[in-house]
């Protein structure tokens, strides 16, 4: 996109931003606020309404109170472009507005009310953190890649801790066990304390913005302080008799890497619930769907159907069936969460029911039938 040449001179004063991701693209669409006389600035981190904000002025504390929206998804984060007011604006200083997301990591919230919550914005690449002290839960990495994928950043699977692993034979094993989840995905075995696979890591990370994502406990800190070749992150011991440690990151930190771009360092997840991420979930199962469309029926159930290709494929193997059984728990989860929301899918899931409802009813007589 060109520029007038008016704004690409006024702009040249935002060169201390390039190094948080700032970019032509970025400048056009802060154009109306520059005109404004507002400040371009990427958020650093926010905390109880307020955020640090780096602008062209050096880092400054704004409030929040002018974007809070009803919708939670819709509320300043780490990774925004944002509009800010220039110094001698008043104080406190405000954030005006924030610039069109281009990517946005969200999950849902564990509250009753089962709202989103945004985690991170414009992420390029997801990284999710798998510590190898513990066993793998593959079902945990499932629902981060559908996070990710939902998104629209690329993921990757880091491996940390690779040198509690010193058999190579062992760690292709448990690096296969995680391809098998995560198609189209690297998986990359990691130590930050041997160095062993941190220059591809660098590579990745120094190509726009990285989130690091995981449970306590699983390195995250230890990582990014490796990445940022300081300890910036406080580091806590892990218990030896689960691999579970406490929340060293408290808030949602972006960070910028000495081998460039910047990297969002996030308190680790207990729960790690779907929000609408219907082709999240098709990605991660991209195995499943594809067998999906040779099915007989385009409503197949993958139960007992007549030419059914899943359960075929779980038959002669070439299919886990847990793989079948964890896709099935991510559908119903998200459609649980899209239905609050949504009567259109409210009503298909009542539909099933009372499909499913008959067709057991009818079983039953048919049984019936028999034993007479």
């Given amino acids: 996109m060109s520029l007038p040449s008016s704004f690409r001179s006024s702009s040249l004063s935002f060169s201390s931003l390039l190094a948080y991701g700032w970019d032509d693209a970025w400048a ?12 371009p600035g990427r958020v650093l981190r926010v905390d109880r309404g307020q955020c640090d904000v780096v602008t062209p002025e050096g880092v400054v504390r704004a409030d929040t109170a002018f974007v809070v929206p009803h919708d939670p998804l819709r509320v300043i984060c780490t990774g925004d472009w944002a509009a800010v007011d220039p110094d001698g604006a008043g104080d406190p200083r405000y954030v005006r507005a924030y610039l069109p997301r281009r990517t946005t990591f969200a999950r ?40 990710a994928w939902e998104s629209g950043a690329q993921p990757l699977v ?3 801790k690779a040198d509690l692993v010193p058999d190579p034979v062992g760690l292709s094993y448990l690096v296969e066990d995680v391809e098998t989840v995560a198609p189209g995905v690297q998986v990359l075995p990691v130590s930050s304390l ?70 969002i360092d996030t308190p680790g997840l207990r729960g790690v619930g779907l929000w609408d991420a219907e082709a999240g979930v098709g990605q991660v199962f991209a195995e499943i769907e594809d067998l999906a469309a040779e099915c007989r029926f385009h409503d197949c159930a993958h139960e007992s159907e007549p030419g059914c290709a899943v359960t075929a494929a779980i038959a002669d193997g070439t299919l886990p069936e847990r793989r079948l059984d964890s896709y099935r728990k991510l559908i119903r989860e998200n459609q649980r969460l899209v239905a609050k929301t949504d009567a259109r899918v409210r009503a298909e899931i009542r539909k099933d029911w009372k499909r499913k409802g008959a067709e057991g009813r009818a079983a039953m007589d048919a049984k019936r039938g028999q034993l007479r």
């Fill in 28 to 39: 056009a669409a802060f154009a109306p606020y520059a005109a404004q006389g507002l400040l």
């Fill in 108 to 147: 849902s919230t564990s509250s009753k009310r089962s709202e989103g919550q945004v985690l991170a914005a414009n992420v390029d690449h997801a990284i999710i953190t798998v510590s190898l002290a513990v066993e793998l839960d593959l079902g945990r990495i499932e629902r981060f890649l559908a996070l």
């Fill in 158 to 160: 880091v491996l940390s």
């Fill in 194 to 263: 041997t160095g062993d696979g941190l220059d591809v890591l660098r590579a990745v990370t120094a190509g726009g913005t990285s989130v690091l994502l995981g449970v306590s406990g699983a390195g995250k800190s230890t990582l990014a302080n490796t990445l940022l070749g300081t300890d910036v992150m406080d580091v806590q011991a892990i218990r030896d008799m689960d691999g579970k440690g406490r929340h060293t990151t408290t808030t949602r930190n972006l960070l910028v890497l000495p081998g460039g771009g910047v990297l």
